[in-house]
């Protein structure tokens, strides 16, 4: 079982978001993540951009994280929480992370969908819709791409019909604007940022 070193002002707040049975060793002070690192006690070390009130500490630590196996993620919050592997290092399938798609997060093993942080109850087939378009915001995806992705994925396939009615869910849960039809091409998801 991994072992995350967590670095937060929250640290239950973060660790909500794990969804594999991890171990967590949470750290206080700047001492405490050097130590960790040093002594590669820790597979992943999760530090919240916020908790560094000097950056010059957080610089030091990526340095020093280069010379070791230990894998570093920092925790960032906007809109949304988010995990960003520095060093694309992505840990988010083996700590089975949700997805993050813009404004939207899907956790796929759990059947779960937020919007801006808010979890949504949208029908699963549409959010399986939706995570198919989500890979390529802003970009126009056919039905064929879109049941080509779904085949690969292992989801049933996709007729005119079904996808209808699945953009019309998504469309009246996450607002108008998430889904735009192209014309004799197919759909486009555009998040809120865009
Ligand atoms: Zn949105």
Redo the contacts with the bound molecule.
Sequence with gaps: MRLIGLVANDPEKWKQDVRCPVRWKELSSVHQVFEVLRSQTVDVLALELKWFEDTAWMAAILEQSWTTPVGIVLLVEYEQRQWLPVARKDFSAELCLPEAF???RIDIEHHTVW??GRELSLPWRAAELLAVLGQRPGIPVTLNAVNQVSAEIGWPTWTESTTKVAVHQIRRT??ES?VETIRRHGYLFA??QL
């Design positions: 813009g404004c939207v919007h801006q996450l607002g998430h998040p809120c």
